[in-house]
């Protein structure tokens, strides 16, 4: 198609206009003010305020549940400021230094967000025997201490254009946190749905947050706990564990969510009757919060590299570290063992934030938790927190610097 | 630390720093690119949620080309820096659901191909024929102008400026040189195209958030021009793949990544010559720095005070308006286009086609509901599991609107205008999306000030406007920023916004650097 289009219409004169283009630039530039340039802006300090490197915390207050075998932490911001706001449901990632070690661990938040408002945030830990960091931290750590955390991350939260109005959360021992959060924000006000939970509990007496969740009860009827007893019989419980009858009793006539937080085997049993319901995939939410203790167990796991011990080598900046590395765990805690500062925070291999790269060497990432972006996966970046040693291997792993 | 001495530093990998970082490396350079996060990219990032990837901006490109024909972006991409991407090419502009100025209510998609376009446009506005075909010719002739003068960027006059071979461009380029620099809609008018027509093609404003009545009819033309001919364009890898195959290729050349690591500093001798960078892991050594980074930024907090910024500097900094900025809605449903009846990739919804009333608009959280929706699916099948689409619904502002909320209402002020973009989408486009969402995320300015950290979360750098026009930056390429050994590049470099346009820039400012280090 011929588009020889001369155009008359316009003057020559608008040639001049094209060749002062430079000139009306720079009389616009020097007719600007010649002060020192302030980059200062409300927004930028809003975000930053929201979304810090970590907030400075200190322990206010801890709260013994004797019987759980567990602690409430309250914590306080160091620094004066209000803690970061959250959505009811998210967790904090804390950083440990423990020993020769620079751990993380994320707990979801357990006190409604209206308290971080007003300076508070708690998170509730319960023992873990053979575990690392929650009974070095029910055994060491006292009102007072100094310790960083995150904002509030993760997206278990409920969603108004992505959840039904009634959510039915399935709750295993301290997995109940998060949903002690919904009830507080539903009570306050910040959240609007209907929270059902499922609580499992060994025994009545092991209960955690009892009181305080008949107390969210006497307050609004739009949270509703039922608890579930495996190894006691009672008036006014439920006996046996979460079933997809048991979830069918409570879940009335309307639609419904599934919100699913607890221990591993907690939620493998769990995620099973909830297959029974046929629910659409949207309608069922789970938070890991750690990834799996029997990498063996998972689909497509080379079964001899089960029990092992492979030389795994960290380059981070100009250091190189070698060490030891269990094909059982996690790589992640191969680098943290060896008192490498490495930057990490979900730990089910879904926020990425402890991405490295692979130079050699195999590793096995369970599907489950594979959060990594598609070109990643493509080339070797792996998430370590979420990946086990196949073989000896090098990693390039990013610094935490702050 | 030893042994952390750099030819050239580049901080920030963005696009722009990226292709900046791998243009210096190609010339031989040992190479140093940082970021402070733990994955390149900048805006081209990308996000998962659930089973669903998610690109954090709208990774489209315009004006890249084919083999064989491609434009400048493409060239630099393709063929200088050989990038291991594969493009899908989009066959429509857009489709668009609005009321013109005259009152008539259009809902159509426009095509690309100049003739396919021509003729769409008579069938809607019977009278355009004819304009349409002087307003391409002229877009053409900019383009070509542009690419010329893109090519010819080495010459400097006395007074700082590029030199323009004057007699090459009357004898060639006469049209644009008399239009060029006029505003969009004058011309428009000018060569009789009528008003609804007018309306049609001001839609890309979403993507522009300029006033027509003013900003240079180069710029819009330019930028429906290549649309039309050469297709807005995608790559299949997503945004973060394509930030990968810049990295893949950066290492491949020697350079060096280093994630999770901030420049503090840009440091200098006592005579203002630039040393090195210091950063989280201590000072690399440097003569030359190249900084994906927004020059407010740059001079304020990162540069060292040893270096004398001259006063043009702060003048042409203080001169400059930032630009738009973005509320995304990105989302992921359980359904397929098919099920869900979508066949459109782009969709703009403005309400209003009047250019006017939607810049008013988007200065008020109230009333701006002006959206534009891509959905990936449409072009690439693969973007999310089988059975599913993603989708990103985007709203842009001239001002900040953000800034007032408190945390608390910060999420209710999130939802509530998500739920009233959906509203529009489903009244204007009848596809029901509300029941089907499986994932979601709602980013504001705010988002946008915490990962890019650029000013009052803007994404576009500065306005452009009628005294601060794309070619009259570029003629003042090598007069701004003239501290010897530190540049900027990026969205807020003399190109503007965009993939293809900071791409671009990154590739100006090294080939500058370049120059410097061998003492031009």
New interface residues.
């Given amino acids: 198609m011929a588009l020889n289009v001369k155009v008359g219409l316009i003057g020559l004169l608008d040639m001049l206009k094209f060749a002062n283009l430079a000139k009306k630039r720079e009389q616009y530039i020097a007719a600007s003010p010649a002060e020192e340039i302030k980059a200062d802006y409300p927004i930028n300090n809003l975000a930053k305020a929201m979304h810090p490197d970590y907030q400075p915390l200190v322990i206010d207050e801890i709260i013994d549940h004797a019987a759980a075998g567990a602690k409430t932490f309250v914590f306080k911001r160091a620094d004066g400021q209000p803690a970061c706001y959250f959505r009811a449901g998210q967790y904090i990632s804390l950083k440990l230094p423990i020993g020769d070690s620079f751990v993380t661990r994320p707990y979801s938040i357990s006190s409604s967000p209206k308290w971080a408002l007003e300076g508070k945030l708690a998170v509730t830990i319960k023992t873990n025997p053979g575990g690392f960091a929650a009974d070095w931290m029910l055994e060491n750590l006292k009102v007072g201490d100094e310790i960083k955390g995150t904002e509030g991350l993760g997206s278990f939260y409920y969603e108004k254009h992505r959840d039904q109005k009634h959510v039915i959360a399935l709750a295993g021992g301290s997995g109940i946190t998060p949903f002690l959060s919904m009830a507080y924000a539903i009570r306050d006000g910040i959240e609007d749905f209907n929270l059902t939970i499922l609580f499992g509990s060994r025994n009545e007496e092991v209960i955690l947050f009892k009181d305080e969740f008949d107390a969210i009860m006497a307050q609004t009827d739009k949270v509703k706990v039922v608890h579930i007893l495996s190894e006691e019989e009672k008036d006014g419980y439920e006996k046996g564990f979460i079933t997809a009858d048991l979830i069918k009793k409570y879940a009335g006539e309307d639609p419904y969510s599934i919100f699913i937080c607890g221990p591993e085997a907690m939620y493998r049993f769990v995620a099973r009757e909830v297959e029974k319901l046929g629910l659409e995939r949207k309608y069922v939410r789970q938070e890991f919060l750690g990834a799996t203790k029997t990498v063996w167990k998972q689909p497509e796991y080379p079964q001899a590299c089960r029990d092992k011990v492979f030389k795994l080598t960290v380059k981070q900046g100009p250091n190189e570290t070698v060490c030891d590395c269990s094909s059982n765990e996690p790589i992640l805690v191969a680098i943290e063992r060896a008192g490498i500062k490495a930057p990490s925070r979900c730990r089910s291999g879904e926020c990425g934030w402890c991405r490295s790269r692979v130079i050699s060497g195999d590793v096995f990432v369970p599907a489950e938790t594979d959060g990594r972006r598609w070109a990643d996966k493509q080339c070797t970046e792996i998430h370590p927190c979420a990946s086990f040693a196949l073989s000896d291997i090098t990693i390039v792993v990013p610094g935490e610097y702050y | ?4 001495k750099f030819d050239c530093v580049v901080i920030g990998a963005g696009l722009s720093g990226m292709s900046a970082a791998i243009t210096v490396a190609q010339a031989g350079k040992k190479v140093l690119l940082l970021d402070q996060h ?2 390149p990219g900048g805006c081209a990032s ?4 659930g ?1 669903f ?1 998610f690109d954090a901006s709208l990774h489209e490109f315009c004006g890249l080309g084919k083999p064989g024909d491609w434009g400048l972006p493409g060239k630099i991409m393709m063929e200088d820096h050989g990038l291991d991407v594969n493009w899908l090419y989009i066959p429509e502009l857009y489709r668009c659901v609005g009321t013109a100025r005259s009152g008539r209510k259009f809902d159509t998609v426009l095509p690309t191909g ?2 396919e376009l021509i003729e769409k446009m008579e069938e809607l506005v019977p009278g355009s024929r004819e304009p349409m ?2 307003f ?3 877009a ?1 002739e900019c383009v070509e102008a542009n690419d010329y003068f893109s090519a010819n960027m080495s010459t400097v006059k006395k007074d700082g ?1 590029l030199k323009t071979d ?1 007699l090459y461009f ?1 004898k060639n380029f ?2 644009f ?6 505003p969009f809609n004058e ?1 428009m008018r ?2 009789g195209m009528p008003e609804d027509a007018i309306d049609l093609l001001d839609v890309y404003w979403t993507y522009i958030g300029a006033d027509y009545e003013k900003m240079s009819f180069v710029h819009q033309a330019w930028m429906v021009y290549m649309y039309t001919h050469y297709q807005p364009t995608i790559n299949k ?2 945004a ?2 394509l ?3 810049c990295v ?1 290729k950066l290492r491949e050349l020697g350079g060096e990544l ?5 420049a503090l500093k840009v440091c200098a001798d006592k005579e203002g010559n630039i040393t090195g960078v210091l950063t ?2 201590g000072m690399v050594e440097t003569n030359y720095v190249i900084a994906n980074v927004n ?3 740059a ?3 990162l540069l060292d005070e040893n270096v004398k910024v001259p ?2 500097e ?6 400059e308006k930032h630009g738009i900025r973005f509320f995304n809605a990105y989302v992921a449903c ?1 359904k397929s286009v098919e099920e869900l009846g979508i066949k459109d990739y782009t969709i703009f919804m403005p309400g209003s086609l009047d250019n006017a009333q939607n810049i008013k608009d988007s200065k008020s959280y109230e009333d701006n509901t002006h959206s534009v929706v891509v959905i990936y699916n449409v072009v690439n099948p693969d973007a999310s599991p089988k059975g599913t689409c993603t989708m990103t619904f985007t709203i842009c502002y001239t001002e ?1 609107v ?2 007032d909320f408190t ?2 209402e ?2 209710h002020k999130k ?1 509530e205008l ?2 009233k973009v ?1 509203d529009n989408f489903e009244k204007d486009t009848g596809i029901i999306i ?1 029941d ?6 709602l980013a504001s ?3 946008f ?2 990962f890019l ?1 650029t ?3 803007t994404t576009y750098g500065y306005m452009v406007d009628d ?3 794309m ?3 570029l ?2 390429i090598r007069k701004d920023q003239p501290i010897k050994g530190f540049k900027t590049c990026g969205a807020a470099g003399a190109r503007g916004d965009g993939y293809n346009m900071t791409y671009t820039n990154g590739w100006d400012m090294a080939n500058i650097i370049l120059e410097e280090m061998e003492g031009k």
């Avoid at chain 2, 990308?46 to 949620?49: E, G, L, Q």
């Fill in positions: 630390m030893s042994n952390s733990n994955l990308s996000f998962v949620r089973r990837e100049e003739e075909k002087v391409l010719s002229l053409k400026m004057s009357m006469s049209n040189l008399k239009v060029a620099e006029r011309v000018k060569i890898e997503n973060h793949g930030s990968m195959a893949e280093w994630l999770n690591t901030r989280d892991v020059p407010e930024i001079y304020n907090k006063v043009r702060f003048k042409r900094v203080n001169a359980n900040d953000w800034g945390q608390r910060y999420v939802q998500f739920q959906m509300h089907c969402i499986e994932e979601i995320e300015p705010w988002t000030a915490h950290n000013p009052e979360g005294w601060d026009t070619l009259s930056r003629m003042a």
